[in-house]
């Protein structure tokens, strides 16, 4: 299995609070993503970094912000969380451009209040 | 904007069948695709992975096929068993980052 953690793995927070959500890998993977997942919805994009202070934003980057300052931590920030964040958060790696297989981390399940 | 659907939703069939789940996508100009396995409560599992230029990928009781031109994959799982229950997703890998646009996945259950 991809080294691939998560942290915390359960959050309760409530509306208006930040939250801040890690990912780390150990396999020095260039590109690194945040999904959240959702009934109804399925995973959706929300931001991904394509190497150390390179990111872009994905199809539902409203609300979030990310930081990648190592190659191995990519932080996910919820500036003021909202109830509609409540959701499960998988953060995902891949290393080879041209192959592009992505390795997903066991996810955080983030509650807003 | 690239969507996909996978046909069914749920399946339930019994141990020893083989069976077929099926994913539809609108955008042809794919990188790749890949499906996963997600258990309850769980992270997803990558089980097999087609390139943009390949047609299938096999691997033990899986075979997926790809056919960009009508824009459909299919998973084939031979002589299914019980452990083999989970949600199985499909997903469409485009641009240079190799993003991932996810179908709502098969729910898949198998009797004893």
């Known amino acids: 299995d991809a080294g691939i953690t998560q942290s915390p793995r359960h959050k309760v927070t409530e509306t208006g609070t930040p939250v801040t959500l890690r990912c780390h890998q150990t396999e020095n993977h260039r590109y690194m993503y945040w999904y959240r997942q959702d009934p109804g919805h399925g995973l959706r994009l929300i931001h991904y970094s394509y190497g150390v202070k390179d990111t872009d934003k994905g199809e539902v980057s409203d609300g979030y912000s990310v930081s990648r300052s190592k190659t191995e931590d990519f932080l996910l920030t919820l500036e003021s969380a909202t109830s509609s964040q409540t959701s499960v958060y998988f953060c995902?790696?891949?290393?080879?451009?041209?192959?592009?297989?992505?390795?997903f981390g066991p996810g955080t399940r983030l509650t807003v209040l | 904007k690239q969507e996909v659907t996978q046909i069914p939703a749920a399946l339930s069939v019994p141990e020893g069948e083989n069976l077929v789940l099926n994913c539809s996508f609108t955008d042809s100009a794919i990188y790749n695709l890949q499906w996963f396995r997600q258990d309850p409560g769980k992270g997803l599992t990558s089980l097999l992975l087609?390139?943009?230029?390949?047609r299938e990928q096999t691997s033990g009781r899986l075979n997926a096929s790809l056919d960009k031109s009508s824009g459909r994959s299919t998973l084939y799982i031979a002589a299914s068993q019980p452990g083999d229950s989970a949600t199985y997703l499909c997903a469409i890998g485009t641009g240079t980052a190799s993003k991932l646009t996810f179908g709502t996945g098969t729910r898949l259950q198998v009797t004893l």
């Open positions: 995902a790696i891949s290393g080879d451009r041209d192959i592009g297989e992505q390795f």
């Open positions: 087609i390139q943009s230029s390949q």
